[in-house]
């Protein structure tokens, strides 16, 4: 009798059946070991659908109708516009068109000057910062104020130092160092775009130094010693050493400055106001204007779906030229 126990406990054991019900004591398990993960992303998809993707969809929709200030009370009655806002967007040839192209092309400009200044001033910065030195610390701090001062706050702030009369930007260039023949106008008129890129690499090169000096913290300082014993000089060890292994923290940072600055609208807002100077009229105001001023929302939207299908290519190029380059020098 006793023999017999052991005997048909082996056998149920070894039976199929019993096998093929295993699994399915510990699925419920293994379904919630999977099914965790999603659920405790489900409150920021949620969060995400609601103030990202939502506004985007009603934003898309209406760049198809004919929405004015006349039905701005019950947009869906607006009449179906198809893709007229589209067409008087791209018409370069009349005035809505051209005035689209020029402020583009002021974007672009304006976007290519801050990145490239932003990145070098905060990749030399942190650079220096990498050796130990008295009052290294409080050096790092001071860098970060400008990144850390609200947006409003900072910007407001340049406002009346650009000012032409009492100014202090004026009363530097031209009281005490008497390099201007007389005070300048920065907020209006061709200055207006040396006054928005001053304080837009201000506020934005503290960032770059901030990602670049993390990024020198993953390089071995052994390279740099054993490049010093080989008789290689301070830019051979930068150009040889620190760009090649700051690569890949330069690849995403110089996309993040150039996606931030492209769509900054805070900046040139407060400084100018609704209505920025034609040379320093970039294209986040411009579809302001276009939106909120002229009360043409349709063209408006059509403008930002545009700009959002701008910003889409240009970063799906850069991934594939980046990720390409990153497989070559593998």
Same mark, same amino acid.
């Given at each position: 009798m006793t023999a017999t126990a052991p005997a048909t406990a082996a056998v149920r054991k070894s039976s199929p059946g019993a096998e093929a019900r295993g699994p399915r004591r510990r699925l419920p398990g293994r379904l919630r070991r999977i099914g965790l993960p999603y659920l405790l992303l489900l409150p920021a998809l949620l969060l995400e659908l609601l103030v990202h993707l939502v506004p985007m969809v009603i934003g898309i929709v209406m760049s198809f109708k004919e929405l004015t200030q006349f039905y701005i009370r019950d947009w869906g009655t607006a009449p179906w516009a198809g893709l007229d806002n589209y067409r008087v967007s791209v018409d370069f040839d009349a005035p809505v068109?051209?005035?689209l192209l020029h402020s583009f092309l002021i974007t672009v400009a304006f976007t290519l000057l801050s990145?490239?200044?932003c990145w070098l001033i905060g990749t030399a910065a942190a650079i220096c910062m990498q050796d130990t030195f008295r009052g290294r610390g409080l050096l790092r701090a001071l860098f *970060? =104020?400008?990144?850390?001062?609200?947006?409003?706050?900072a910007v407001i702030t340049w406002v009346f130092m650009f000012q032409h009369d009492n100014? *202090? =930007?004026n009363h530097v260039l031209h009281d005490q160092l008497?390099?201007?023949?007389k005070p300048s106008f920065w907020l209006i008129g061709d200055n207006s775009f040396l006054a928005l890129l001053t304080v837009s690499v201000w506020k934005g090169w503290p960032f770059a130094f901030?990602?670049?000096m993390a990024g020198l913290q993953?390089?071995?300082?052994e390279l740099y010693e054993a490049a010093a014993l080989d008789g290689a000089g301070m830019l051979q060890q930068i150009r040889r050493i620190t760009l090649p292994s700051l690569r890949p923290v330069n690849q995403v940072l110089v996309l993040v400055l150039f996606l931030w600055t492209f769509n900054d609208f805070n900046t040139p807002y407060v400084l100018f106001g609704k209505t920025a100077p034609e040379a320093a009229d970039l294209i986040s105001v411009h579809?302001?204007?276009?939106s909120f001023v002229t009360w043409n929302f349709g063209t408006g939207s059509a403008m930002s779906v545009l700009l959002l299908l701008f910003l889409l290519v240009v970063t799906g190029v850069y991934l594939a030229l980046t990720s390409r380059g990153r497989r070559t020098t593998a």
């Open positions: 068109g051209e005035a990145v490239g200044l *970060l =104020v400008p990144y850390a001062l609200p947006v409003y706050a100014g *202090l =930007v008497g390099l201007t023949d901030l990602i670049v993953n390089i071995p300082r579809i302001y204007q276009a």
